[in-house]
């Protein structure tokens, strides 16, 4: 037979070809990845800015650290402008 032998591959060339074939995968993901973290819109950005003073207000009251008196009297002054920070 002529090709009994797989034209001479042995145990070391099947498995040099098949750690080069993970390592190109690998580095095909790795550089997929890497163009879609620089190329994803501005807009999922955003989600990571600092919340406002109402919202931190508000999740406080929700977290139960303020009762809902003082969460109403904060509220107004950060509304009014007229709190210590304020010019």
Do not use: C, K
């Amino acid at each position: 037979m002529m090709y009994w032998n797989d034209n001479g591959m042995n145990g070391w060339g099947i498995g040099l070809m098949m750690l080069s074939l993970l390592v190109f995968l690998g580095l095909l993901i790795a550089a997929a990845v890497v163009l879609l973290h620089h190329l994803r819109p501005v807009a999922q950005h955003s989600a990571t800015r600092r919340p406002d003073a109402e919202q931190v207000l508000a999740e406080r009251l929700a977290r139960g650290e303020i009762d809902p008196d003082e969460y109403r009297r904060r509220l107004e002054v950060l509304r009014e402008g007229t709190g210590p920070g304020a010019s």
